[in-house]
């Protein structure tokens, strides 16, 4: 129909941590929303999948973006800006990005992650 129906899922490595709200017939969507998490010292990077909910089937996977722990030490004040999603499966072409702003915050003992998911293209 032209149209998906997205939604946000974040991973920390390979554990699902926030999923977003669902915004309906949009490929412009707009989410706005923010979460905190207690982020592990040992962890490696943080995945964000753009999905599109189905109700009929499996929802697919639009594209991912990555931001791995050496990214985020890059970048001590957090990182925000537009991120191009990349594919999960090679044989599928994927367009858009997604609008992140992420920071880490905290001393090494109790650190959390402060994510907030803001828009996609």
């Known amino acids: 129909t032209g149209s998906s129906d997205p939604y946000c899922i974040v991973k920390i ?3 699902v941590i926030i999923r977003t709200a669902t915004v309906w017939k949009t490929l412009s969507p707009f989410w706005g929303e923010e979460y905190e998490v207690q ?4 962890f490696h990077s943080i995945s964000i999948y753009v999905m599109d909910e189905d109700a009929l089937s499996r929802d697919d996977v ?4 990555c931001i791995t722990r050496d990214m985020l030490v890059e970048h001590p004040k957090g990182y925000s ?3 191009s999603l990349s594919e999960v499966d090679p044989d599928e072409e994927v367009q858009g990005e997604i609008h992140l702003r992420v920071e880490v915050l905290g001393s090494q003992g109790s650190r959390r ?3 907030s998911v803001l828009e996609a293209r």
């Open 81 to 83: 800006g537009w991120m």
């Open 39 to 42: 982020l592990q010292p040992s």
């Open 13 to 15: 490595d390979d554990e």
């Open 113 to 115: 992650l402060r994510c």
């Open 62 to 65: 639009i594209g991912k973006v």
